[in-house]
């Protein structure tokens, strides 16, 4: 499977954005598919991720503010971003994995997209 992320770009703080994350290759449906996001000289860290029976988990820093969601029919998860902050602004990645270990962890995940930048200004 590859992965292909979108929807990046500049929003005003308190604005939304979805970014979309679509496979090819091979479903994903039967895998966890993670989002998680990367600032300037810090580490990429744990966003949202969400499993095959729909069960997703947040990092308490997006909880209530961010949304992901499948549609498996379309092999895309979207992640949508409301009440952005500028602290928001990162690179952000969509990832899949088998749905065993820690959702959160870099390692839980085995296939990487390129990437999208969201910049979030004040």
């Known amino acids: 499977v590859q992965l292909q992320a979108s929807g990046g770009g500049l929003v005003q703080a308190g604005g939304s954005l979805e970014l979309s994350c679509a496979a090819s290759?091979?479903?994903?449906?039967?895998?966890?598919v993670g989002w998680f996001r990367q600032a300037p000289g810090k580490e990429r860290e744990f966003v949202a991720t969400?499993?095959?029976?729909?069960?997703?988990y947040y990092a308490d820093s997006v909880k209530g503010r961010f949304t992901i969601f499948r549609n498996d029919a379309e092999n895309t998860v979207i992640l949508r971003t409301s009440k952005t902050r500028p602290e928001d602004t990162a690179v952000y990645y969509c990832?899949?994995?088998?749905?065993?270990?820690?959702?959160?962890?870099?390692?839980?995940?085995?296939?990487w997209g390129q990437g999208t930048q969201v910049t979030v200004s004040s």
């Open positions: 990832a899949s994995g088998p749905p065993g270990g820690s959702y959160s962890a870099v390692r839980g995940y085995t296939v």
């Open positions: 290759g091979r479903a994903f449906n039967t895998y966890r």
């Open positions: 969400i499993y095959r029976s729909g069960t997703s």
